[in-house]
T-cell receptor, first 113, second 114 residues
């Protein structure tokens, strides 16, 4: 079982550009959540996808958007990048239902210059 | 709004000793889950232990145990027989159940001294 895999591991973008981060969930999982972790902070919830639809959304602007594919993999898109978007982006997968254990990938380190 | 507070930015412990990390939370829910996650330099969040709020018995996983005080909204993590590999950031997290979002504390950096 490969667990949760994220790509790329590191990324450097210029302010104003757009970026797409990718996540493949743990085998058997159907729900994907994205978190932003700024340096020295705890993760902040961005949004969650289930059945290809956004189920929940945190306090992030519309520049942050996502998608879930039929195979449950997911993408996080960020438009018009700002310096403040520099962070570690974590993907977590889980099964819908009362069992709430989330499994995390190693994250994508995004640096905006 | 639910919040999670970790009041110890940094802690240290001698190898083989015991250390306790503190966490408090605020919620109006009656049913929820609490977690401790470990984040080593590899960045991947690893679940250490979890507690269902409806269970009175404190969770235990090998050298890791919690002290869950529901009335006080306190959820501390005790690490016994500390090992060098325990050195990491430890995050306390809350979830209202049914796959809702995780709400996180700021973390505690744990150093283990040989």
């Amino acid at each position: 079982d490969a667990g949760v895999t994220q790509s790329p591991t590191h990324l450097i973008k210029t302010r104003g550009q757009q970026v797409t981060l990718r996540c493949s969930p743990k085998s058997g999982h159907d729900t994907v959540s994205w978190y932003q972790q700024a340096l020295g902070q705890g993760p902040q919830f961005i949004f969650q996808y289930y059945e290809e639809e956004e189920r929940q959304r945190g306090n992030f602007p519309d520049r942050f958007s996502g998608h879930q594919f039929p195979n449950y993999s997911s993408e996080l898109n960020v438009n018009a990048l700002l310096l403040g978007d520099s962070a570690l982006y974590l993907c977590a997968s889980s099964l819908v239902g009362p069992s709430t254990e989330a499994f995390f990938g190693q994250g994508t380190r995004l640096t905006v210059v | 709004a639910q919040t999670v507070t970790q009041s110890q930015p940094e802690m240290s412990v001698q190898e083989a000793e015991t250390v306790t990390l503190s966490c408090t939370y605020d919620t109006s829910e009656s049913d929820y889950y609490l977690f401790w996650y470990k984040q080593p330099p590899s960045r991947q969040m690893i679940l250490v232990i979890r507690q269902e709020a409806y269970k009175q018995q404190n969770a235990t996983e090998n050298r890791f145990s919690v002290n869950f005080q529901k009335a006080a909204k306190s959820f501390s993590l005790k690490i016994s027989d500390s090992q060098l590999g325990d050195a990491a950031m430890y995050f306390c997290a809350y979830n209202a159940g049914n796959n809702r979002k995780l709400i996180w504390g700021l973390g505690t950096s744990l150093a283990v001294n040989p």
